[in-house]
């Protein structure tokens, strides 16, 4: 997906883009006109290419805003399920406990720096989307309360379980925070 840039690359990205398109824009203006049809023509011409270059700058923007979406993950940084133990029979209602290390749990929306929360992941094969918040749904609960336990339930069978930490606004840390993939058998 997207490479997350440095903020030094990043900003001159922005910075190029929004230049480059102020110059297309003063472009626009300084027509001489001859006569009337000229001066359409050239007006048409140069909007063309206005057009095409906001269209352009618009799209290394949003790149270099996509971009900075990411937060660093901090140095050592896991999480990790404490129970159930891999393998485990459990009942179709029991409780998951998750633990983190060299990182601490906040609430959503907490923006200080080398904290995030648990996200369960229930039989999911790929793992979220860098730079998208992780999917709010049965398979992707959040604990935007910086729970460190949930109680589930779920059908009877073989499920896989995973945790993984998103930061304030949801999304999957750079490089992803997640946890060992357990397997439980549902009673
Ligand atoms: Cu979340």
Redesign the pocket.
């Known amino acids: 997906m997207v490479t997350p840039l440095n903020s030094f690359y990043r900003d001159a990205l922005f910075r190029l883009a929004l230049l480059w398109l102020s110059r297309a824009f003063d472009n626009v203006w300084p027509l001489s006109c001859h006569s009337r049809a000229n001066f359409m023509e050239k007006l048409e011409k140069r909007m063309k290419t206005f057009m095409s270059r906001a269209a352009l700058a618009g799209l290394l923007m949003g790149v270099s805003v996509l971009a900075s979406a990411a937060t660093p993950a901090p140095k050592g940084a896991e999480v990790f399920i404490v129970s159930p133990a891999d393998g485990a029979t459990v009942a179709q209602t029991f409780t998951v406990n998750f633990g983190v290390k060299e990182i601490a749990l906040a609430p959503?929306g907490d923006v200080t720096k080398n904290t995030g929360?648990h996200?369960l992941l229930i039989d999911v094969d790929k793992l979220p989307a860098a730079g998208a918040p992780?999917p709010n749904d049965a398979n992707h609960m959040?604990f935007?309360k910086a729970q460190t336990h949930a109680e589930i339930k779920l059908a009877p069978g073989k499920h896989t379980l995973q945790l993984e930490l998103?930061d304030s606004g949801?999304m999957p840390f750079d490089p992803p925070i997640v946890s060992k993939k357990i397997t439980v058998t549902v009673k």
């Open positions: 959503a929360h996200h992780i959040h935007g998103g949801h």
